[in-house]
């Protein structure tokens, strides 16, 4: 079956597709085959026992961090050589070769006297006559089982020498430089294999510039580091492959891509696809919004942008061409709204879990802040995808029911939302009154309420007739009825419901939560065919009786562990190359050496800094998966913003900072020339997939423009906001992005005039940023002289933000000048205040103010002060207006640009001639 339409792949070639970049294209027949099953199985239950409470319940397996990381590594490592063939394109092969040859050099070089290094290049030749030697695909041969063993030995070095290597860290000896040397080359290779050149190429780049800083350009050079240093730093502590990347890796993002990998096997990925098109197939492009829509749903538990859209995709493109998309704008929603999936809460593509780790903030923090960004750009794609409709004249798909009127529709939706509501107060209350009532007990109290609840609602949607997969080429003669589509699978929700409610409400651990939800999940395979045909009263001495029905229940369980699993290789691998990356930045200090670079180039513009910055993070981010491109941005371009910006008087929330460098990041997935889902949607669509690129970049300039947006207007984030601000902050936002979204497709109520287009713009950013104009009308600070700085901070409210601009010394002794953000504390006068704050004594030296000393751990240390720093300016806050004053004339503007559409508004304008030929295939 031609999944795609013409042009497209066939849904064999698809399934290839996803395997090669995420699974492993290689599953050999027999038993060789079986091995690599039961090795992913055991995997995936490795990481349910280290994730649940047995190991403390029975005293057995109980594991530290440093153990279990390299557990996981050995497993991901014998999974990549064994499931992954290597590539034998001469670019692929001149890698392979080259990357081992050049470390080769480097470790030989970087060699201290006395340690015989003989061994380097023989351990380079094995690993190169062995990719030499071939990759089938269909077959493992015995140079392949080599590299496997060989580099999950590697990985479990550490486990099996603990005790022995935590004895001489920093003091390797041979078997710990052997060791290290070849499992650094194997986990390069096994890269190559598993996501393409890219990782390896930086990876690599990264140690020869450890081992070369003397003889790098003298911004950017350092004193370079030995072959000691390197293993020591890299692969025998936790500084390097087995950092917090790989940590969580292991804690978190196993469970939650596995947890995504059984709800997929219970039938949820069809499921959420079904829904979307019932409730949005009848509206204008309605395929393209159903396709935003299932994205999003999917994309909420995917750790993939490229599984995403060829798992969505095959069904959704071949829909929008039939409603009248070309196949590069149908491949361009579906690339759109699949790498939004990775800026959507809870999961977002596992970066939400490293962001706990690298920015030191609560999970729920993390979700907080990244949820308004990812929903209003969700909300204004959907917009999008209407503005073409609209422009081409296009219609929805033929539904199988009249609607009610809009009034009963209304009171529907009032009711239902009223229902949840209520169901979820008397749900918390519940939950609240079970806990102190039954003690230890509760949580069989609360695991059997949610059976009863999921028995009730499979009994719901065993009423209902099975959702089968559609063809996505057969003639469309009806959506699904929305009711009947929506009640055969609610039980589904109740998995992510336990999810988020353990870390949301509960507040326990990612990786605790996703164990629960995951063994919920469990439950439900093993259960969910039984009880069905119970209800359905099917059969029960045929191929259908519950027998058969538990036993493929327990099939689908053992192939969701494995499925996730082989989703985890690719993660696995990324997560520890990055760590090289990671590891050679805090070895070498090349990050403030990026700082320095940035910082020439753009001319201290500070605008300038942040679009360096954006471009520098979608180079990175090419060709990288979702985790490792958010450790490579963080690592390296993070820092970069916020020392360049506390030098330019920005200070922003580290958060803020490292969504912004994540979402140019995932960019990359979209942008030519490697826009990796972009290539994986005209695979689909049979389009062209630098066309579809191109348009896909151009919806997500909404994605690209919301980054900046929250740098100045750190509001979006609901950074220090209450419950009705952020409600206020979610709306005006939302608004403020749908008329971004009108500018740049060119199209409003009807085709935008250029000025229109301009003056949109303008609406759409004084709504974002409505201080950027009332700062300039009423300035919020009042400049002082240092001298006054006592008499400042007495006269400045309590809580409010005092700025010194002060010059100083950085980390390696250069001067600088930089903007300390200090909050005014409570203080009878100047002097008391500046106590609290931690400033305990200036000095005055001519006209000059100097810090005299600074508390520890105070505010004003953490704020960056230190002693003997010259302050140089004051700045006071002061007196004004609310900044939503501006919205007035805004939206005072936006009533003309409505007023001069309406009076030009023409049905034709909207209905090309072209269009109409596209719906008679509908």
């Not at 061994?119 to 695909?137: E, F, M, Q, Y």
């Amino acid at each position: 079956m031609d999944a795609s339409g013409a042009g497209g792949l066939s849904q064999d070639e698809l399934d290839e597709l996803v395997a090669s970049s995420d699974t492993g294209a290689r599953t050999p027949a027999g038993m060789v085959g079986k091995i690599i099953l039961v090795t992913a199985l055991c995997w995936s239950l490795f990481q349910l026992w280290i994730a649940s409470p047995l190991p403390f319940m029975f005293g057995f397996g109980v594991l530290d961090s440093t153990e279990t990381r390299s557990i996981h590594l050995a497993f991901a490592l014998f999974l990549a050589f064994m499931a992954y063939p290597a590539e034998r394109s001469p670019f692929q092969l001149a890698l392979a070769v080259g990357v081992p040859v050049l470390l080769a050099f480097l470790f030989m070089s970087g060699a201290k006297a006395g340690i015989p290094s003989w061994w380097i290049p023989v351990v380079a030749a094995a690993i190169i006559g062995c990719i030499l030697l071939g990759s089938p695909k269909t077959w493992v041969p015995p140079w392949e089982w080599a590299l496997a063993l060989v580099s999950a030995f590697c990985a479990l070095y550490i486990y099996l020498n603990y005790a022995a290597i935590s004895t001489r860290v920093g003091a390797p000896i041979l078997i710990d430089y052997v060791v290290s040397v070849a499992g650094l080359m194997l986990l390069l290779e096994a890269t190559r294999r598993s996501l393409g050149p890219a990782l390896m190429i930086v990876a690599t780049l990264f140690l020869a510039y450890t081992f070369l800083g003397p003889y790098m350009p003298d911004i950017i050079a350092h004193k370079g580091n030995n072959l000691s240093e390197v293993v020591n730093h890299q692969w025998t502590t936790t500084e390097g492959v087995f950092g917090i990347a790989l940590g969580v890796s292991t804690s978190f993002v196993f469970l939650f891509v596995l947890f995504g990998a059984l709800l997929d096997k219970a039938g949820a990925g069809n499921y959420f696809i079904q829904v979307a098109f019932s409730l949005m197939g009848h509206l204008r492009g309605g395929p393209a919004k159903a396709a935003v829509v299932s994205s999003a749903m999917t994309g909420l538990i995917s750790g993939s942008s490229i599984a995403n859209v060829v798992t969505t995709g095959t069904f959704t493109i071949p829909l929008m061409k039939k409603v009248g998309f070309s196949s590069e704008k149908a491949g361009a929603v579906e690339v759109a709204s699949s790498v939004n999936g990775q800026i959507m809460p809870p999961v977002m593509g596992a970066a939400a879990f490293l962001m706990v780790e690298y920015v030191g903030i609560p999970y729920f923090d993390v979700v907080k802040h990244a949820v308004v960004p990812a929903s209003i750009s969700y909300i204004a794609l959907v917009y999008i995808v209407h503005l073409e409709a609209m422009k081409a004249g296009m219609k929805g798909l033929p539904r199988a029911y009249e609607p009610p009127p809009i009034l009963r529709r209304l009171l529907t939706t009032a009711f239902i939302i009223a229902g949840i509501c209520i169901l979820s107060l008397l749900t918390y209350y519940l939950m609240g009154w079970i806990r102190p009532a039954f003690g230890d007990a509760a949580i069989w109290v609360v695991f059997a309420l949610l059976t009863a609840v999921y028995i009730g609602l499979l009994w719901l949607g065993a009423r209902e007739e099975p959702l089968e997969i559609d063809d996505p080429n057969a003639p469309v003669t009806q959506l699904p009825l929305p009711g009947p589509t929506v009640r055969s699978g609610l039980y589904f929700i109740l998995p992510v419901v336990v999810l988020v409610w353990a870390l949301m409400v509960d507040r326990l651990s990612p990786g605790l939560s996703a164990f629960w939800a995951t063994a919920f999940m469990i439950f439900i395979l093993l259960t969910q065919r039984p009880l069905m045909a119970m209800f359905r009263g099917e059969d029960r001495n045929g191929n259908s009786g519950l027998g058969a029905t538990f036993r493929a229940g327990f099939g689908d369980l053992i192939d969701g562990l494995i499925s996730g699993a082989r989703n985890m290789i690719g993660i696995g691998i990324a997560t520890a190359t990055a760590g090289i990356i990671v590891g050679a930045v805090s070895q070498t200090g090349v990050g403030s050496a990026l700082a320095d670079v940035v910082e020439v180039l753009s001319g201290g513009n500070l605008l300038a800094i942040l679009f360096l910055t954006a471009i520098l993070s979608l180079i990175l981010g090419m060709g990288l998966p979702t985790t490792a491109n958010y450790i490579v941005v963080s690592a390296l371009l993070a820092p970069v913003i916020v020392t360049l910006g506390q030098q330019n008087g920005l200070i922003v929330p580290l958060i803020a900072v490292h969504l912004f460098v994540f979402y140019f990041g995932i960019m990359a997935d979209v942008t030519p020339p490697v826009g990796l889902a972009s290539f994986a949607a005209a695979a689909v669509s049979g389009g062209d997939p630098i066309k579809t690129g191109v348009v896909a970049f151009g919806y997500s300039l909404r994605t690209a423009a919301l980054p900046f947006l929250f740098i100045f207007n750190t509001d979006l984030l609901l950074i220090n906001t209450d419950w009705f601000h952020g409600i206020f902050v979610f709306i005006t936002a939302t608004i403020a992005m749908l008329l971004f979204a009108a500018a740049t497709q060119g199209w409003f109520l009807v085709r935008n005039k250029i000025w229109e287009t301009v003056l949109l713009l303008f609406i759409a950013f004084t709504i974002f940023r409505p201080g950027f104009w009332m700062d300039m009308i009423a300035p919020p600070w009042n400049d002082r002289p240092p001298a006054e700085l006592e008499q400042a901070i007495a006269e400045s409210p309590v809580g409010a933000d005092m700025r010194l601009w002060v010059e100083g010394l950085n980390d390696v002794g250069d001067p600088v000048e930089f903007v300390a953000l200090l909050t005014v504390p409570e203080g009878a006068d100047g002097a008391e205040r500046l106590q609290n704050v931690g400033i305990l004594g200036l000095r005055t030296d001519g006209d000059q103010v100097l810090i005299d000393d600074v508390a520890f751990d105070s505010v004003a240390q953490k704020a960056g002060l230190d002693w003997d720093q010259k302050v140089l300016l004051v700045r006071q806050p002061a007196a004004a207006p609310s900044k939503y004053w501006m919205y007035i004339p805004a939206f005072l503007l936006l009533g003309l640009v409505i007023w001069l559409q309406r009076r030009r508004e023409d049905p034709n304008d909207r209905a090309p001639a072209q269009s109409k030929k596209g719906l008679s295939h509908a």
